[in-house]
């Protein structure tokens, strides 16, 4: 696979670049290695009537983890306590959550990766500008990097996901706030 397209918000190219390179040069070496057209699975399932052989999000998904871990980037996973203070008095919940969690695709030497293949355009700012932050708030990364397919090679996806222009224009839409975290974003083609 490549890359089609660069986004950095809040500067998060340039310190990617300076302080992170060895990370970076990795994660092109992982999208390189991914060759996309192993991952073609049946028939349009947007419109049963056109025969077209589609890629698999899901197991390019996979694909990629595959990739990550032989490189001994891990799962980033952070535990939630959620608060029961909040809770008007008299209300008691029927259940209560248990075993909750955050998780973030992947983490080596505080970057954390994002993996975008099977997610809504929502998500995909969520990533960002809450939970990036919140695992920097917990001192698990210092910068991050999302991986997202261009609206090209979205179109040709067996399901609907988000891409990389409208994910860049949400972005350019909402601003930098002071609790963001610098983020490069990479559009990937075939």
Same mark, same amino acid.
């Given at each position: 696979?490549?890359?089609?397209?660069?986004?950095?918000?809040? %500067?998060?190219?340039?310190?990617?670049?300076?302080?992170? !390179?060895?990370?970076?040069?990795?994660?092109?070496?992982?999208? !390189?290695?991914?060759?996309?057209? *192993?991952?073609?699975? %049946?028939?349009?399932?947007?419109?049963?009537?056109?025969?077209?052989?589609?890629?698999?999000? !899901?197991?390019?998904?996979?694909?990629?983890?595959?990739?990550?871990?032989? &490189?001994?980037?891990?799962?980033?996973?952070? &535990?939630?306590?959620?608060?029961?203070?909040?809770?008007?008095?008299?209300? +008691?919940?029927?259940?209560?959550?248990?075993?909750?969690?955050?998780?973030?695709?992947?983490?080596?030497? &505080? +970057?954390?990766?994002?993996?975008?293949?099977?997610?809504? !355009?929502?998500?995909?700012?969520?990533?960002?500008?809450?939970?990036?932050?919140?695992?920097?708030?917990?001192?698990?990364?210092?910068?991050?990097?999302?991986? +997202?397919?261009?609206?090209?090679?979205?179109?040709?996806?067996? *399901?609907?996901?988000?891409?990389?222009?409208?994910? +860049?224009?949400?972005?350019?839409? &909402? %601003?930098?706030?002071?609790?963001?975290?610098?983020?490069?974003?990479? %559009?990937?083609?075939?």
């Amino acid at each position: 696979m490549i890359i089609a397209g660069i986004y950095s918000f809040k %500067g998060g190219k340039e310190f990617i670049e300076t302080k992170f !390179a060895v990370e970076l040069a990795e994660t092109k070496q992982i999208i !390189a290695a991914v060759d996309g057209s *192993t991952y073609k699975i %049946g028939i349009n399932q947007k419109n049963a009537a056109l025969e077209q052989v589609l890629y698999d999000p !899901a197991s390019l998904s996979r694909a990629f983890s595959i990739e990550f871990e032989a &490189r001994h980037w891990q799962k980033g996973k952070i &535990r939630c306590e959620y608060p029961t203070e909040y809770y008007v008095h008299g209300y +008691v919940p029927a259940t209560f959550p248990n075993d909750t969690y955050r998780e973030i695709d992947f983490v080596k030497n &505080r +970057v954390g990766i994002g993996l975008q293949f099977s997610k809504y !355009a929502s998500s995909m700012v969520y990533n960002v500008c809450a939970k990036m932050t919140i695992f920097h708030n917990l001192d698990l990364i210092d910068v991050g990097i999302e991986i +997202v397919p261009l609206k090209g090679f979205a179109d040709d996806m067996s *399901t609907g996901v988000s891409y990389f222009e409208q994910f +860049v224009w949400d972005l350019e839409h &909402r %601003g930098v706030a002071d609790i963001d975290i610098p983020v490069l974003i990479l %559009g990937i083609a075939m």
